[in-house]
């Protein structure tokens, strides 16, 4: 139960403190300050710890920052157990993970000794590729044939409404007419299996992106030696498209 707090504005999520709704790049970040135990009632909202983080503020002199931090799935080994089951590419080469975070920082006076601003933007890009085994219906499943799979299909045309004395299909299929049309073009969307075992009889492959933004905008004003006031002004555009894992009948990501 710990409490986060930017200039001294909450940004924990609620419903899970341990977590914060905002991340400001590194480089924009001056202090940290973080109080474990015996803290007073500013640093409240806490069972844990109470952690206050303070944006850099601009100066009468101008300062700026620009860094960028690249990791390429190239330049790493490719990892033991990759492909130990199944591949869907050259198992001797790593699946495709490229980050890119990079930005700018830069602060100064707008007038001297009593005004001043800071800004900063950060973008971080990920392209990654990501695989995962589902479990599908094989040929005869979509067709209604259940025939070897251990179960029993029963018709729901016969016997009792409360479900007994129910006829079986016979041979454990069934029958093409009876087949709703809103079912079959449901079946259709799930693709075709691509491995030979079952379960796990699909392996599903994809490019997950993550684009983001984090941008901060400060201003401070010194009307006297004992009052400071500032406003600051923070947003995260994202954007992430993580592929469904069945296309177009959807799944999981």
Not at 213 to 220: G, L, P, R, T, V
Request: hydrophobic letters at 35%; glycine letters at 8%.
């Amino acid at each position: 139960s710990n409490n986060t707090r930017l200039d001294g504005a909450t940004i924990s999520y609620p419903w899970l403190p341990r977590l914060v709704a905002y991340l400001p790049p590194v480089e924009a970040i001056e202090t940290v300050n973080v109080v474990s135990s015996s803290f007073d009632a500013e640093h409240g909202l806490a069972g844990g710890a109470a952690m206050n983080v303070a944006i850099k503020s601009g100066t009468n002199a101008f300062h700026g920052a620009a860094w960028e931090f690249h990791t390429n799935s190239e330049l790493k080994a490719r990892n033991y157990f990759y492909c130990l089951y199944s591949c869907s590419g050259d198992p001797n080469i790593p699946p495709k993970n490229l980050n890119n975070q990079f930005g700018v920082t830069l602060g100064g006076p707008i007038k001297k000794n009593k005004l001043f601003f800071f800004a900063d933007w950060e973008r971080t890009t990920r392209r990654q590729a990501a695989s995962a085994l589902r479990t599908i219906p094989t040929t005869a499943l979509r067709g209604g044939d259940f025939t070897g799979t251990g179960g029993k299909i029963y018709d729901p045309n016969t016997g009792n409404a409360d479900g007994t004395n129910r006829d079986l299909f016979p041979n454990n299929q069934i029958p093409a007419s009876r087949i709703d049309p809103s079912s079959a073009y449901m079946a259709n969307l799930v693709p075709q299996p691509n491995q030979t075992v079952f379960p796990n009889n699909y392996l599903a492959v994809g490019t997950y992106r993550l684009t983001r933004d984090n941008i901060d905008m400060k201003i401070n004003y010194v009307p006297s030696d004992n009052m400071q006031i500032f406003g600051r002004y923070s947003l995260t555009p994202t954007d992430i498209f993580d592929p469904p894992s069945l296309g177009p009948a959807g799944g999981d990501a």
